[in-house]
């Protein structure tokens, strides 16, 4: 592939197609003023026609005849041409083709002709005067006099497609112009008037005298504060409004206008001042900056829950802006605009681009084009802002980088924090990747000199961490109702934190009433019938839902077995949590915050408000209250059962199950007042439990490398998972069948196969049906990355068939995390 211009007349194109290569089409004379490295074209594919990725510009191999693509669909690229490294090395990783890869990274909506109108100039409309004009050029004139259109309705008004090329072309000649009906350049941005001092007024006494006393106060005022806003100048000096405009007339300040964000609170965000560092966090963040801009390199920030994580970020955001390098800054998938967001908005400004799943199609527009065009040099984000394109990558920064959000669960399964670690690689760059718990993963690359660690071991201020006592659950076993899963000690404490006026935290990592409906009569539990699982009772809306795939079904209804209606609701949900807390506190403002009371729009938000206004005073929540928040006056947290996650069939449960717990377990006493935990459970002997206790990942993975080395599990070897599924039971289980076959076959096909690989499966997933499909899973591992892929790219290639069989659906999971 060569990047050469003279010779533009065939490209090499990616296309959103399963297809494991990229492919060579023509570009025919009208259109190569267009064609650029990152931009779309629609070419033709087989009998059909598809969107394509240009990477770069192709020799024509021998002499063959080309296809030619028949548009191009961007004005301007959407991606840098430094980035096709990167796209690369994903779809050779994760065994997905390029062009999809590229589908996946780019955020949707931004297809640019969805979001442009057309209309007419003065020579447009005269443009049949002077100019031979082609049917379509005359056609689409016409319908810009009557008004303006948006390609699309112009395309279905003539009833056939125009090609952007073509609007291109008539824009150049100056008869149409396009109009963007995009959003500010900025989300949730309100100006804002503001006043700042004016340098080298000398406030001698004579300038004194002329003065009146408010002036003198405004004056003062900016000395000590610098810019400020006229609202909160008002409040020093109640005239200030009145006064400004003459004053800056004189000279002695100056008026300007500035963006003032706003968070999902409704407040504004002010710019913030940077605070002194803590001893520690200054040996960080130098040990940090010595190696920026010195090559690739990653660090892990080990810091525990209240440390002060965020400042480190900043500052070194802040140091890499000032270089001029790129910053990425990556956060866990929330519902809502995270802490750190808020945090980077105060203090750079109008100068972060965001990208996350909150922003309309416009606004993500904008603020990719923000970071394409340089004018963003730090982009906060989710996990796909990963693909953010900047042409290379300075600084990229992963909070909680234990998180699981950071594996996308469909489509492309890439992991962000993984590829945080591979961009600042190909960028020469630092990476950052922070945690109070640290993925196994991560430390262990610690320990073999991969990465190199900064921890962070006390909180900000010295708080001390939340004092965590465990109460073990057998010991009530035999009780009944609220008392089976409160305890005595939680209720004490309960009871306690309420008096003084402070807050709760419950959790309980799972949602309803009921987990577990049986017939009293014949002993069945209540099941999906679609689903190999049984349904939650959810006692507020009266149903049996199914977590898996949706299936709901009005309660109370007959045993579906032996027709009885006696059903019992056993098992416990954060439903039932909240009907027992206000049962046993009936003066206490409770809320519950899961998937169920969240799924309308801005609820997230009024339940934080009201906790942050402390208008509420337990609140009860699934791991959805564990993920960065810091409210000050949460002083209690109450795990209801700590061991819920500890038998899901998956090798990382014991880790999930610590980070979880000693996340919850962090949100307590981040204010002045020091915080305490319970943690009720049925194993209070289990290593991952008594590592939370204690808050310490070093002592959880001591334990835990211990297991993953004996068993082969990573980070000792790599796992790409297979998973089967269909709904006809016979089909699929006869192409799992051939495919199990087909994988002892390749394996003894090559030497280092049959050393290196292993192959467990296929068997039974441990759900066995979901929506109606049935589940089956092989799991490939080795020690040795490389060969793993090849291992399995071969059992692809050789297989396309039974890949690409009607009904069955075989996914490819690399690293995979959630092996349920
Ligand atoms: P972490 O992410 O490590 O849990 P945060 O970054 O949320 O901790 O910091 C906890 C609190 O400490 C925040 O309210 C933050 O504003 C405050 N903080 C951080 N660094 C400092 C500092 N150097 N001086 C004073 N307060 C700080
Ligand atoms: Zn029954
Ligand atoms: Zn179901």
Redesign the pocket.
Known sequence: MKQNTTNSASIEVAVAFPADKTFVYAVPDSLAPFVSVGKRVLIPFGKRRITGYVLGFADREGNYDLRCILDVLDDVPLFPPEMIAFFKWVSDYYLYPAGEVIKNALPGGLNLSDSVTLGLTEEGKNAHLSHFLNPTETEILERLKKNNMRIKELSSSLNREIPLALIQSMEKRGWIVRQMELTGATTRARTERCVSPVSGISRDEELDKKLSVPRKEILRILEEHGEISVKKLREYVPTAANLIASMAEQGLIRICERNRYRDPFGESIDPDRE????AE?QTAVSAILSSLGKGFATWLLA?????????VYLRLAAAAMERGLPVLMLVPEIALIS?TER?FRARFGEKIAVLHSGLSAGERYDQWMRILSGEALITVGARSAIFAPYPKIGLVIV?EEHDTSYKQGKDLLYNARDLAVVRARQSDGVAVL?S?TPSLQSFYNVRIGKFREVH?SL???RRPLPRISIVDLRKIRDERGARRFITPELHRAVAETLQKGEQVLLFLNRRGFASFPVCAGCGEPIRCPHCDITQTFHRLDNVCKCHYCGFTREAPMLCPSCGSVHIQYLGMGTEKVEDAVKKLFPEARVARMDRDTTSRKGSVLKILRALKNQAIDVLIGTQMVTK?H?FPHITLVGIICADLSLSFPDFRAGEQTFQILAQVA?RAG?GQVPGQVILQTYAPDHFSILAAQKQDFRIFYQTEIGFRRALGYPPFTRMIQLRISGKDREKTQEIVQRLGESALTVRQKAEAFRKYVDILGPIEASVAKIADRYRWQMLVKSAKAKHLRRFVRQLCTENTGLFQTPGVRIVIDVDPFFMT
């Not at 605070?275 to 803590?278: A, G």
């Not at 810091?303 to 400042?311: A, C, I, L, N, Q």
């Open positions: 605070p002194e560092l803590t966090q810091g525990v829950t209240g440390s002060g994580k965020t400042e802490q945090r909070d922070g109070a962070l909180r900000v201020e960065g810091d962090g981040r």
